[in-house]
């Protein structure tokens, strides 16, 4: 039996120390947020590259877009909540303390399938 799945566009903010490549911290939350035994999804995410890194007492800002797919016929309301706390406890736990992470959800299918054209390219067909 398949179910329906409703995609959703997420931005994440990671405060992190310099030291940090953003792919490996991109690899860490593309683990935390499809291993989440609670909410099963998947994600797909990139580092936003128009976005310079912005260093703050010693720490820099990374940003990444994320397009998440969720299974069931209608998104679960702690959606953003529960990827925050997720998202969250995996960096510490893996880089230390000093990482936090801020997630910000909004877009619905038909802009989320738009944006993430404008930021990956359009898939071209292969002869």
Not at 8 to 33: N, S, W
Not at 39 to 61: F, I, K, N, Q, W
Not at 62 to 71: M, R
Request: net charge positive; hydrophobic share 45%.
């Amino acid at each position: 039996m398949r179910t329906a799945t409703q995609a959703v566009m997420a931005v994440v903010h990671v405060k992190a120390p310099a030291g940090l490549d953003p792919y490996v911290i991109e690899a860490e939350l593309t683990r935390a947020i499809c291993s989440d035994r609670k909410r099963p999804m998947s994600a797909e995410l990139t580092l936003a590259a128009d976005v310079r890194p912005v260093r703050r007492h010693g720490l820099l800002r990374h940003g990444f877009v994320a397009l998440l797919s969720v299974g069931g016929p209608e998104l679960p309301d702690d959606l953003q909540r529960r990827l925050q706390k997720v998202t969250r406890k995996a960096l510490r736990r893996r880089f230390g303390p000093e990482v936090s992470a801020r997630v910000t959800l909004g877009m619905n299918d038909a802009v989320a399938g738009a944006a993430w054209c404008s930021v990956r390219g359009t898939p071209q067909r292969c002869a």
